[in-house]
């Protein structure tokens, strides 16, 4: 209405200026126009700029632009109206198609990726609980020249493969925890750092990784870190000062599980290119242990190949060359539930047990290379301890050994442990507890493992899995 009105003005002002002299009517004439020109660019925006320029004609042609700027108005009010509505259902659309994005993006948090460091647990990585498979390999032909490639195809392997799949699915997360982990400690592993840091450091990011959950998921055994002459079973108890040095051969083992399915697996680490050579001789025995073992492979079979393929190889250290050997009296294993060591050897040299590998069983296959004399004993200050796995019902005296062994059985079970990890539970005072349990058998101990002082080794570990189809190399990674 108000635009109306200022519109209707032009029409009285020209009958005022009829009884006004023509001098005056001329001069008053262009100062109204201008005057009336800038309320309307003011008031009217773009339809008074249309209106506006209709009022320089003059006469009965001004009177006609008012008119024009009416309807102009009316039909812009409609238009933008339509304009309006037009703009509401795009809106809709657009908050539609907005909302169709913030949902697809709520999909993209469901599905997490990995952080810096890692501290996502697997079963959340992949919510549909299928995790990534190792590397799955044929068996290798019988002796007499046979495939197993049958296996493969056989519509009855494929149902016991399916019938097993909540067990190999165990394995599976377990496996991608541990390829998660090892790639987090190679990132940040370096001279100077003391042992009881990286084995913490470590342990603490399994624990996240595994998403710790008492028996249920875990660490499976401690962090096994031990250094040049030493081969295995070597973790730091509380105030051990050892550092790793530029010129120390590593060897990084440790051990994940999800109810009970152990993963066994192992890697050496160096910083001094002088070891490249060793590194590489257990390698290859490992991939060689792991490519000839299957079902109904003798065990004795797979030693004599790996020693083989061990004992080809030298490495020149300091200006010396040595033969690298298989440490004789190592092995690899086989791994039942919540029990590391299940019975069967899988020895590294030649003249061993006739024992066949069978279907539906897990092995570690692991190798160690020495410079020193190829065989090891027990050494240093003991920091493994385990549960004896077939131990009955033993009589306990002693009140805070009878403590221990209620912690033990809680937090561990019949999965190995550490001092540090009794630590880590608030335990004190429990050495001569833990030796009592250990003087009854309850408990058995398990020292570090050296050769002789001077010699390196290394060592290279895999969990296999001879599942009905396939030999599935389980823990196989982008590293190793």
């Not at 993209?108 to 697997?122: M, N």
């Not at 493994?384 to 937090?411: C, D, Q, S, T, W």
Request: glycine share 10%; proline share 5%; aromatic share 6%.
């Amino acid at each position: 209405m108000a635009e109306l009105q200022r519109e209707a003005e032009p029409q009285l002002l020209n009958g005022d200026d009829l009884n006004g002299d023509r001098d005056d009517a001329d001069t008053s004439e262009s100062v109204k126009k201008k005057r009336r020109k800038k309320k309307r660019t003011r008031t009217a925006g773009p339809v008074c700029d249309f209106a506006a320029g209709t009022n320089e004609a003059e006469g009965d042609g001004e009177a006609l632009g008012v008119g024009d700027a009416t309807k102009q108005l009316e039909q812009q009010t409609l238009e933008d109206k339509d304009r309006a509505e037009d703009g509401e259902e795009d809106g809709d659309e657009g908050e539609n198609s907005s909302g169709k994005k913030k949902r697809k993006k709520k999909k993209k948090k469901g599905l997490k990726g990995q952080t810096d460091p890692p501290s996502v647990p697997v079963c959340e990585l992949f919510p549909s609980g299928d995790f990534p498979k190792g590397e799955e390999c044929e068996y290798p032909p019988s002796k007499d020249g046979r495939s197993a490639a049958w296996r493969t195809t056989s519509e009855e392997k494929r149902a016991l493969d399916r019938a097993n799949e909540e067990m190999w699915s165990d394995f599976r997360q377990a496996a991608e925890a541990h390829r998660q982990v090892r790639s987090y400690v190679n990132g940040w592993i370096k001279p100077g750092m003391s042992m009881i840091e990286i084995c913490e450091k470590l342990e603490d990011c399994s624990r996240r990784l595994i998403k710790e959950d008492g028996l249920k998921a875990g660490l499976a055994f401690p962090t096994g870190c031990s250094i040049n002459h030493c081969a295995a079973h070597y973790t730091p108890n509380a105030g051990d000062p050892t550092v790793l040095r530029y010129d120390d051969v590593c060897k990084i083992d440790f051990g994940t599980h999800i109810n009970g399915r152990i993963i066994d697996c192992a890697f050496t680490v160096t910083f001094n290119p002088k070891y490249d050579r060793l590194l590489e001789a257990v390698r290859d025995a490992t991939n060689t242990g792991i490519r000839v073992a299957g079902i109904d492979v003798r065990l004795c079979d797979v030693g004599e190949i790996i020693q083989e393929v061990m004992e080809s190889y030298e490495v020149e250290i300091d200006g010396k060359t040595y033969q690298v050997k298989p440490i004789r009296n190592l092995n690899g294993h086989s791994i039942g539930q919540y029990r590391i060591h299940s019975g069967k050897t899988v020895p590294i040299v030649k003249g061993g047990e006739a024992t066949r590998m069978e279907e539906g069983e897990a092995y570690a296959i692991e190798t160690f290379g020495s410079t020193g004399r190829g065989a090891v004993h027990d050494d240093m200050e003991c920091s493994h301890y385990m549960k004896n796995f077939n131990v009955g019902h033993v009589p306990i005296r002693l009140p805070r050994a009878k403590h221990l062994l209620n912690v033990i059985n809680e937090n561990f079970g019949t999965l190995a442990f550490c001092r540090r990890w009794l630590d880590r539970l608030g335990e004190s005072k429990y050495l001569m507890a833990l030796k009592n349990l250990c003087d009854l058998g309850i408990i058995d101990p398990y020292p570090p493992l050296c050769d002789i002082k001077g010699s390196y080794t290394a060592q290279y570990e895999h969990t296999i899995l001879l599942r009905p189809t396939c030999k599935e190399v389980v823990s196989r990674g982008d590293d190793y």
